[in-house]
């Protein structure tokens, strides 16, 4: 990683709660060398969110900070952010929720291969779109889900996970 990559990626991670005692970095590496594809129409808007952090930590200034596309860490936290905002709370424990929903807070380093392995392959279903029907395997797991969530955009995903949240 360039020098900036590297500083932006540590601005990224210390957007994320993390508890005590418990180190994450062979994950968030993994997520920030992943780039988030998005399938789904309008799913580009989660793109443009983590894309819209680049200049935040730029301090609105033009940087060179170059990355290809966007990645999954900057997804992950644009959509705490969202959540933040939508449900209120802390976006830093929001992140957290999503790495527990995503069933990689178990993920801690250093990263054996065997759980690199199950990482890899829990990033990749939420690209494309593998999880269950219901979300479970994916950011936003429902209880009671109406629509097959892998069809669905992120954006009514998180706002389902919410509503359904606030009912409980």
Same mark, same amino acid.
């Given at each position: ?27 968030? @590496? ?30 609105g200034k033009v940087s060179d900070l170059v990355l290809e596309g966007v990645t999954f860490l900057e997804v992950l936290v644009s959509l705490s952010r969202r959540l933040e905002f939508t449900a209120d709370g802390d976006a830093s424990l929001w992140a ?50 109406? @629509? ?15 509503? @359904?949240?606030?009912?409980?």
């Amino acid at each position: 990683m360039k020098r900036i990559n590297y500083d932006y990626y540590a601005w990224l991670v210390s957007q994320i709660y993390v508890p005590n005692g418990k180190s994450f970095g062979d994950l968030f @590496e993994l997520m920030h060398n992943l780039e988030f594809v998005w399938t789904i129409p309008n799913d580009d808007n989660r793109v443009q969110d983590g894309l819209d952090l680049r200049p935040e930590f730029a301090n609105g200034k033009v940087s060179d900070l170059v990355l290809e596309g966007v990645t999954f860490l900057e997804v992950l936290v644009s959509l705490s952010r969202r959540l933040e905002f939508t449900a209120d709370g802390d976006a830093s424990l929001w992140a957290w929720r999503l790495i527990k929903n995503l069933r990689l807070h178990k993920c801690t380093d250093p990263l054996t291969d065997g759980r690199l392995s199950r990482a890899k392959d829990i990033l990749d279903a939420v690209i494309w779109r593998t999880y269950e029907r219901d979300g479970q395997g994916g950011f936003f797991p429902l209880h009671n889900a109406v @629509e097959d969530q892998t069809k669905v955009e992120i954006w009514y995903q998180m706002n389902a996970y919410v509503i @359904e949240m606030k009912a409980v």
